[in-house]
């Protein structure tokens, strides 16, 4: 174990070069940094909310919205099917979280029983891909079409991990480094996002279910029966926001919707300058938005987003390139924000905020000087009990272990850009105590060989290589708890978990490897008779 292998050096100086090199942008001035060259580490630790300030939300996916606008749809559908299929029917609505609808012709009731089956795609069809529905007949004539309550809770729990996702790109778009967004319990999702320096802009962003449609213009009835609330089943009035009318009637049946964007950009128009989205759809997309403007030339068609429309515009001609622009009322930064929510995507359902907070930069520098005291004060004690108990050359070359030990850990913070919360602290401040264990093990180890007689050279090879069982055990279990405290722990427990996972891999390598290769280097220097511990 004491042999000076040439590899034992090469580690032990490259660590040193590596740890110095991704640690320094962290102290280096930001203007130094900035000239530093382009191929030299510049990522700097990146502080958690409670360090750095920032905003926290906990936000509740709405389920009950997402269930009424599938049932929503399904009344379209079995709208549409029985029409196609010239059915007669009344009373199409949705009674106690299902569909119902009554048959006027007691002879067709089989026949449209049949024809929504196949429409809805129901496991009584046996049609692939259904939609897990079930529907029933009753002796009124009256058919139910109900969703299997299975299906219900995997499409809420799917509603929940899929706006993590896309809650994860929006922040994304906006710049925000290293977000914490976790779940929460069945529906709510945490969200921490250091360093935000506008938190009304982060809720706006997060909390826009984004979804954007495009809905043809219902002209077939007059302002006089819209205002007499004479809409038809197909059709309803959406408020407006285009500047040139109240509200339009539009058909709820969409022609296109957001989910076929491939890209969204801010732009500014040649005409007018003022700020637009521009938009492009994936091919199918592009064909259905190609097809719908050819046939309704001249014709209005609305485009929504979130049920109010931003613009509805008359269609001039076929529109086959697959790409086009959003005008309205848009000043930069809400074009802009526009595009970053088409960008990522619709939210499958609303967002409602329970709890919002603001954790101010003066609150997170006060904890990071506690952090740093409470490093030095630990750091002190460990030094003064490492000198006194071993004396002033193994315990320097432990204390000097220590300091690439917590280089080391910052290094690779750095270059793995792991969140430094102030739990973290809390376990970087464990582990550094802990990792002059494994020092005090072989120390007292090299005791006992010295004391049963045994030369310096076989004491301290002894030391090594039988306290290396005890200290890999000890490790190993450590290194079990971390990484079951990050992958099942939130929040605080996941950054206690962190610096705990990284300081004890470090720890081990620096008290056995780097203590061994100065000791090394002593012992050839020196050529002791005996050891300074004994």
């Known amino acids: 174990m004491m042999n000076l292998s040439r590899w034992k050096i090469v580690v032990t100086v490259l660590s040193v070069i590596l740890g110095v090199l991704f640690t320094l942008p962290n102290v280096l001035p930001q203007k130094v940094l900035d000239a530093v060259p382009a191929f030299l580490p510049h990522k700097k630790l ?146 921490q996002a250091p360093g935000e320096s506008d938190p009304e802009r982060l809720r706006a962003v997060i909390g826009k279910t984004a979804k954007l449609t495009f809905q043809m213009v219902d002209e077939t009835v007059t302002p006089a029966d819209v205002a007499a609330g004479r809409v038809p ?135 990071v000087r506690a952090g740093q005291l409470s490093t030095a004060v630990g750091f002190v004690a460990i030094l003064v009990f490492m000198l006194l108990s071993y004396g002033g050359l193994f315990g320097g070359i432990s204390v000097v272990a220590l300091m690439i030990n917590g280089l080391l850990i910052v290094a690779t913070m750095s270059f793995t850009q792991g969140t430094l919360t102030l739990p973290g602290i809390a376990g970087l401040i464990l582990t550094l105590a802990v990792a002059v264990d494994a020092n005090v093990l072989i120390y007292e180890r090299m005791r006992d060989e010295l004391r049963a007689g045994r030369s310096v050279i076989a004491s301290m090879d002894a030391g090594f290589s039988r306290a290396m069982v005890t200290i890999v055990d000890a490790n190993v279990t450590t290194i079990l708890a971390a990484l079951i405290m990050f992958n099942v722990g939130s929040g605080a427990v996941k950054g206690f978990a962190l610096t705990l996972f990284i300081g004890v891999l470090t720890s081990v390598f620096t008290a056995v490897l780097i203590t061994q290769v100065l000791l090394a280097l002593w012992f050839r220097a020196a050529r002791p008779k005996t050891l300074p511990i004994s």
């Open 233 to 367: 089943p197909g059709s309803q009035v959406l408020p407006s926001e285009d500047g040139y009318a109240p509200s339009y009637l539009v058909r709820k049946r969409a022609l296109v919707d957001g989910g076929m964007l491939t890209d969204a950009q801010m732009r500014f128009d040649q005409q007018t300058g003022r700020p637009v989205v521009t938009f492009r759809f994936n091919g199918q997309g592009g064909r259905r938005f190609g097809d719908a403007t050819s046939q309704n030339i001249g014709k209005r068609f609305a485009i929504v987003l979130d049920n109010k429309i931003i613009s509805a515009p008359v269609i001039q001609g076929a529109i086959t390139g697959g790409s086009g622009q959003i005008t309205g009322n848009f000043t930069e930064q809400s074009a802009n924000d526009l595009a970053v929510l088409l960008r990522a995507g619709a939210l499958p359902a609303p967002l409602d905020v329970v709890e919002q907070r603001t954790v101010g930069a003066e609150l997170g520098a006060d904890a």
């Open 46 to 191: 990146n502080l958690g909310l409670d360090l750095q300030g920032g905003s926290y939300l906990m936000l509740e996916v709405n389920t009950a919205a997402l269930r009424a606008e599938k049932l929503t749809n399904l009344i379209e559908d079995a709208r549409k099917t029985l029409r196609d299929a010239q059915i007669p029917f009344t009373e199409l609505a949705v009674v106690n979280g299902e569909v119902t609808v009554r048959i006027t012709d007691p002879g067709q009731v089989a026949a449209a029983s049949n024809a929504l089956r196949k429409a809805v795609g129901s496991p009584l069809a046996g049609v692939a891909g259904g939609r897990d529905v079930t529907l029933s007949t009753a002796p009124d004539q009256r058919i139910r079409i109900a969703f299997v309550q299975d299906a219900v809770n995997a499409e809420a729990n799917q509603a929940v991990t899929q706006s993590i996702e896309i809650i994860r790109r929006r922040i994304d778009e906006l710049g925000t480094r290293e977000p914490t967004i976790i779940r929460q319990g069945v529906n709510r999702i945490v969200v």
